[in-house]
DNA sequence: GAGGTCTGTCGAAGCGCTTCGACGGTGTAT
DNA sequence: ATACACCGTCGAAGCGCTTCGACAGACCTC
């Protein structure tokens, strides 16, 4: 069984090849009978156009790349959602995605890139300092990077506007009262990455609150449950009447709430909680947790978005923040 | 900046297209005078092949496809720890990788196959009665399934041992003296959408449990805090004797600590834990939980090591079944 | 009704690579 | 010395597609 290639589509249907190419592509006029005709054939044969070939005669293979980090101290299951909603886009794009993983480094881009296999690149969790962003400046495709490094200047950057998040949730705890509130972060070797969300979320919860004339800090927060256990336990006792919390890590979510029971305190009688995750995460916790909502999906299909125009030759922002939205559950409350 | 064809290397090396064709593949004996030659050709115009040409004269597109599910009640993280080793190692075997989700189904696949875009798949969380499976029958291209459908014939498919991970845990619950046990699942969905390593699991730990003579249930359990809880409380009540519990639910690892907490059951005085999750997972517990690794690595590195072998040629076993392994750490205890 | 403009279709020239058969040149056996 | 094998290299023929220029015919316009 040979397979069915687009010569064999135009004989059938008694046209000439580059007719059936014009049919499929709608690059030109094509009368409404010749063309049904043609997509008959298309079907009765079972055509499927050769990618090689495709991309070979016209320059484009129709695949973008998506580089994820798969490194330690990410937040596995928003990456997840977020790979998701980009091969969604892109496949509604008619894109396929290849997958990368960050460890082949700027090598891995420009063999990617120099070999035509893809049109184009999604990068994630670029850190502030990152080997692979001055290369992107000089590859000939197009590129989108979710996060900003220290100099965004010639790239497209998507992001979720994590200062506002930060910002969000210290507001949101103003408003109901509370004079004390600390935020929970990532892990110090995120900071230490310098990946550059942590630390926005940090300063704009720290910021706000000082304008609403509150006490508010900020740690990082490893993952364990003794950890997490030991951290609280610690700002507790350097801030006894800290009444309002802010955590930013997927993972420490349900061991802070173990630990605030451990060590007595009520959510949200004696301590109000806000999260920063995905609404699985907080809608699973004992209490639902208010929680301002990584919209990881929404990142994706922006990214694909922009990249699918600058493919296209538009010209995009080169940054695009989605603001953040809080959704209050019963872990928060007046104090 | 026009990009560097093989013409141009072999034009720089002054050899003909083949020979630098040859020298790169070593598909035929050169001289290594030549061989040096080309290769600083290569180096100093920075030539990389054209993916496309190169699949489209060879038939080989260097690309294999991995087909994720991303659907609910998946483990998320260990889906990802797999994704990366399915890159690394698809990487040593110079080939890329290209993204699918389940959600375009049957035709998804046939699209990647038909249009030559990859040369193989790798498919995960293959269901029992899975409509992709009699599609991987029909198609060219070779296909490695994770996970053991119904009707496993003409395939190739690789697995944990669930049924063995079951008995495992029921092994070492036994060896401690405990008498009377339990298994803690998968939600209720996951079982009706006919998964199959959830029932394996049970099956035999069950099995196993009652070749020891003990008594050993397995129930569902879903994943939010409050559920958990009930479902804790509600087989104490049904079981008053019970001292043994196993958690296969990753999600769910946490809570159920934290629900046997709040029922005043101490880990591991009152009650051992043994979980079937990743390592990370259990060491992060409190305490840290003897538990069933699930070698998500290892499961992938193996689906890509059979897949190239078939691209090969070669013919490889229907069926590879990983042995798990149980690491005992603060969780179990002598009854 | 001559000239011009569209429309719809065709043929052919690549795109950059692999691979097959051919062919000098050198070494080995007779 | 002759025959033969083999080694290293070359040239050319595709792989299946897109796209450009050409062109026949239909339709206007003055």
Known sequence: MRTVTIAD????????????????????????????????SVRALGYHPNAGARALASKRS???????????????????????????????????VLLMTADEGPDGLRRV???????????????????????????????????????????TCVDLDFARAGAICA??????????IALLGAPNVVYKRGTGYAERTMEGFVEAGQAHGMTAVA?????????????????????????????????????????????GKRVPEDMSVVAICPDDVAERASPPLTSVLIPAADVGHQAVRLLMAKLEGSTVP???LLEPRLTIRQSTRKH
Request: with cysteine.
């Open 9 to 40: 589509v135009a004989k059938h249907a008694g046209v000439a090849v580059s007719t059936v190419s014009y049919v499929l592509s709608g690059k030109r006029a094509i009368s409404a009978t010749t063309s049904q005709r043609v997509m008959q």
């Open 62 to 96: 129709n695949v973008i790349a998506l580089v994820l980090p798969l490194r330690a101290g990410m937040h596995l299951p928003v990456l997840m959602q977020f790979a998701t909603s980009v091969v969604t886009t892109a496949r509604q794009f008619d894109h396929d």
């Open 113 to 155: 890139a120099a070999s035509a296999l893809v049109d184009g690149l999604v990068l994630m969790d670029v850190e502030i300092h990152d080997p692979r962003v001055p290369l992107l400046r000089e590859l000939e495709e197009p590129s989108v990077l979710i996060g900003f490094p220290a100099d965004a200047s010639g790239l």
């Open 171 to 180: 507001d949101h705890l103003a408003s109901l009262g509370h004079r004390e």
């Open 219 to 263: 740690w990082p927060c490893e993952e364990s449950f003794d950890e997490v256990c030991a951290t609280v336990k610690a700002l507790l006792e350097e801030h006894p009447a800290l009444s309002g919390l802010v955590v930013h890590n997927e993972a420490a979510v349900g061991h802070v709430l173990g630990a605030l029971r451990v060590l």
């Open 318 to 320: 080169p940054a695009t």
